[in-house]
């Protein structure tokens, strides 16, 4: 190889014979010499950006051994990754690579160079382009693997990177691969992606979560051995082949907790569970499984509301195991994990794992998943930014499991309904759905069904698809099939609507200009014809109230307002806003845009000197702090809305408010020589300020008017030096 001349050398070298090792485990000599002179080639080709080059290769061997060790793909899979860059830049062909190393690489690299034409993947998130990822993300589940796979080695590599590009980097990991990490059962990739996430975007939280991981670590480790040694002594016993062991939850899940729950760390009872894993033959997994458990809720009182069951049937991305909750030690409750050691691979490999086991052609859950993707995608008729927000739903949904009358088993997201269940059987049923018999009740099609539940669907021809059928349905075929079928049913509206306007405006002799009647529509603030049409015919609007409002429209064009209109945008003087909205080059969003019309977030009340970053809501462009409480939902739910922005200058001109909790004691006077340093304080002025106090303690809330961060961090400073003052924090 090529000399490495960077400080990464030696991992490098120690890379290079790990793969190296690992392709000639199934490859002949040659072949795996060809790759190599393929990479040595494109380096070659590279000496202008040659440290660029070869760090660019460094990525691309760290993200396959990432594929190889945490994933477990093979050596096609590994030589994809490797060759990504020189076809990328069209060193190598397509051809060329299938006649040197197959089939296989050459439609790995296919979906990987559709995949790469679309680099800024969030800018577009809402065109067509977004869409084509999707699918060509779809057309081999190995690319997937791959991406996801890049991203997390991006991550890992975005330590020493600017913090715009480490935002990027996390709205992306929120928005798109946890969720499809998650969805394929890479629980932990997925959950080191969040961590990760966390640690560019709320690093406060992230090192106080493991700062008190870190100091209770220790009793944490003791009560682990005093929970396992009695249930090892019981297991011995029994000659089952087992290991158990204690694993502490990521730090994501632990923050989640803090916020759901509304808790302190110290209220959290599951920051840890017990794994037990057995080797076990493929006939008796499920028996020694349940052995266990046996075992350990004879010891431990078991909570039965917290059982779940994924032996029996396991979840669409083929995750099985058994999850007890039992009342430990010092009545603590205590998560126990009891799987094989091929359900453990799979639960930490995902999907690749599974194939291991039941091989790449069977038909998986997975590929049926797939498949409902490309479906959904398809329907070039529904809206776009709709379809990426089913495409979420159906991978964060948890499952439940239900019935027809025969038996067959359809697995639907939690909060289906009736009608979900109708439309996932077929979408003619769907359609003329009128109500459902659950285990052999009457129930309406609104009904939520449960796991276990044993549906009938009935039907009428005389049923037609309903608007509000989209505001209880939760599966994406059955949005994108009703949205089908009212889009099919008002364009039937439409032409009839069409047709009766302009028979009545014939029946009066009234020539029709198109122009004039755009007008009318728009001045009925209507935002697209076919709502105007299909208002006409339901006869929410009258035809000839509509041609009297055309005449009037035509006759005074020109003139002033018709007062039976509303009135339109245009008509009005524009008034200086009474909203919080600003507009200065105080702030710089996007790609080096200034001047534009922004409003601060009330929910965590950025100043200058935040990291902040854009959000495109329906009120406009909202600026929020990095570690806003809502930034985590809003990555991951609506990444395609964010923008970067960051403050411009050094120091700010206008004046922010912000919100102090201040915690002492209750002393005499206390409060005076807060609100004295305060006023004293340059630049610094106090709106409100609401002090609570109870047995020999005060709390408040001290509301002021402030440019900037570093005027922030000194008046914090300067009252934490009052003698009393136990803490100053900002509120969000």
């Known amino acids: 190889m090529t000399e490495i001349t960077f400080a990464d050398r030696p991992e490098f070298l120690r890379l290079y014979r790990r ?60 030589c994809a990754v490797l060759l990504f860059r020189p076809v990328v830049n069209n060193e190598y062909t397509l051809a060329e690579v299938k006649e040197c190393f197959g089939s296989e690489v050459e439609l790995i690299l296919r979906g990987l160079k559709k995949v790469s034409e679309f680099t800024d993947k969030r800018s577009t998130v809402e065109s067509e382009n977004y869409m084509r990822l999707l699918l060509s993300m779809a057309e081999d589940i190995r690319v997937v693997f791959i991406m996801i796979a890049r991203q997390l080695q991006l991550m890992r590599d975005a330590k020493g990177t600017e913090r715009s590009q480490q935002l990027d980097l996390s709205v992306e990991s929120t928005f798109l691969y946890a969720p499809l990490a ?4 890479l629980y932990t990739i997925k959950s080191e992606l ?6 560019y975007t709320d690093r406060d939280s992230y090192d106080f979560i493991a700062q008190k991981l870190n100091e209770t670590k220790r009793s944490r480790d003791q009560y682990i051995r005093e929970f396992i040694e009695p249930v090892k002594e019981r297991l011995d016993k029994t000659g089952l082949k087992y290991d158990i062991k204690g694993r502490t939850k990521s730090i994501h899940s632990i923050l989640n907790k803090l916020k759901k729950q509304k808790i302190d760390f110290e209220s959290i009872y599951d920051l840890f569970a017990i794994r037990v894993i057995l080797d076990a033959p493929a006939d008796q997994e499920k028996a020694q499984c349940w052995q266990v458990y046996s075992i350990i809720t004879d010891m431990y009182q078991p909570n039965p509301k917290r059982l779940k069951d994924w032996l029996s049937i396991p979840k669409s991305n083929g995750y099985e195991s058994l999850h007890i909750t039992v009342m430990g030690p010092k009545a603590r409750w205590v998560e126990v994990q009891i799987r094989t050691r091929r359900m453990d691979e799979i639960a930490e490999r995902g999907l690749a794992a599974h194939w291991k086991y039941k091989g790449v052609k069977e038909e998986s859950t997975l590929d049926n998943w797939l498949n409902s993707l490309r479906e959904s995608l398809e329907e070039s008729e529904s809206n776009l930014s709709q379809k990426l927000t089913d495409f979420k739903l159906d991978l964060y949904e948890e499952e439940i499991f239900v019935f027809t009358p025969k038996g067959d088993l359809f697995k639907l997201p939690k909060g289906a309904t009736v009608l979900d269940f109708a439309f996932a059987i077929h979408s003619k049923l769907g359609a003329t759905c009128i109500s459902g018999r659950v285990n052999g009740k009457n129930v ?5 069904l449960k796991s276990g539940d044993q549906v009938e669907i009935n039907t009428s021809s005389h049923q037609t698809p309903k608007q509000d059928w989209l505001s209880f349905v939760v599966t994406s075929k059955a949005r994108a099939r009703i949205r089908q ?13 069409k047709e009766t306007l302009s028979r009545r405006m014939k029946n009066r002799k009234i020539e029709v200009d198109d122009a004039h009647l755009m007008q009318l529509i728009k001045k009925l603030k209507y935002k697209t014809v076919t709502d105007f049409y299909v208002d006409i015919a339901v006869e929410k609007l009258d035809v000839n109230w509509v041609i009297d409002r055309y005449l009037e429209l035509e006759n005074r064009e020109g003139e002033g307002r018709d007062s039976h209109l509303p009135v339109s945008a245009e008509s009005f003087t524009l008034r200086p806003p009474t909203h919080d909205y600003k507009s200065s080059d105080e702030l710089v969003i996007d790609q080096n845009l200034t001047g534009i019309d922004y409003r601060l977030a009330k929910c965590c009340n950025p100043i200058f000197g935040d990291e902040i970053f854009g959000f495109v809501s329906s009120q406009g462009i909202k600026i929020h702090r990095i570690n806003c409480p809502n930034s985590n939902d809003l990555f991951s739910r609506f990444g395609y809305r964010v923008l970067k922005a960051r403050w411009s200058g050094t120091k700010g001109s206008s004046s922010y408010t912000i919100v102090l909790r201040v915690i002492g004691n209750d002393q005499i006077n206390i409060v005076a020589n807060l609100i004295s340093i305060i006023s004293k304080e340059e630049g610094v002025q106090m709106r409100s300020i609401a002090i609570d106090s109870n047995d020999g303690l005060f709390q408040g809330n001290i509301s002021v008017m402030i440019a900037d961060t570093s005027m922030m961090e000194q008046l914090i400073k300067k009252l934490k030096s009052v003698k009393g003052v136990k803490s100053v924090t900002r509120l969000n």
């Open 194 to 199: 969040e961590d990760l996430c966390l640690k």
């Open 485 to 497: 079928l009212l889009k099919e049913e008002a364009g039937k509206q439409v032409d009839i609507a």
């Open 19 to 78: 793969l190296y090792s690992f392709l000639r485990q199934a490859w002949e000599g040659e072949k795996v010499l060809q790759l190599k002179r393929m990479l040595q080639e494109s380096l070659s080709k590279a000496e202008v950006n040659r440290d660029e080059a070869l760090y660019d290769l460094l990525l691309e061997m760290r993200t396959a051994l990432i594929t190889l060790d945490e994933i477990g793909l093979k050596q096609p899979t590994v």
């Open 182 to 185: 998650h969805r394929l059962g």
């Open 444 to 448: 309406p099609i609104k009904h939520l």
